[in-house]
């Protein structure tokens, strides 16, 4: 399994950016999959995460009401809709997939709970 991170970039305080996460493989719609990020000199964070079929998702507090996750089982890939950006949102973002099974419901929010990841996409938001 591979997974493809890609849409990060230099924006300015309250612009937009959407990274995409694409999944190589047939089974992307039995995996959750989330969002983590890790700022220069710090541990990696959970951001975001998103159940198998998309019913449920979680957020770390800092970014709720300003970041959607989402994904297209059909297109094998996930979303991060970034809005209002700040300045301590840079970071390198990873993005993850975690074997839940064709009838699981879980969004989970630790590192060690993923099984594949892929290789970051840096976003820098300029004050």
């Known amino acids: 399994v591979q997974l493809q991170a890609s849409g990060g970039g230099l924006v300015q305080a309250g612009d937009s950016l959407r990274l995409s996460c694409a999944v190589s493989?047939?089974?992307?719609?039995?995996?959750?999959m989330g969002w983590f990020r890790q700022a220069p000199g710090k541990q990696r964070d959970f951001v975001a995460a998103i159940s198998r079929t998309g019913a449920n998702t979680d957020y770390t507090d800092s970014v709720k009401g300003r970041f959607t996750i989402s994904r297209d089982n059909a297109k094998n890939t996930m979303y991060l809709q970034m809005n209002s950006l700040k300045p301590e949102d840079t970071a390198v973002y990873y993005c993850?997939?975690?074997?839940?099974?064709?009838?699981?419901?879980?969004?989970?929010?630790?590192?060690?709970?993923?099984?594949?990841w892929g290789q970051g996409t840096l976003v820098t938001v300029s004050s």
């Open positions: 493989g047939r089974t992307f719609a039995s995996y959750a």
């Open positions: 993850a997939a975690a074997v839940i099974g064709w009838y699981g419901s879980s969004c989970p929010r630790e590192a060690d709970e993923y099984d594949y």
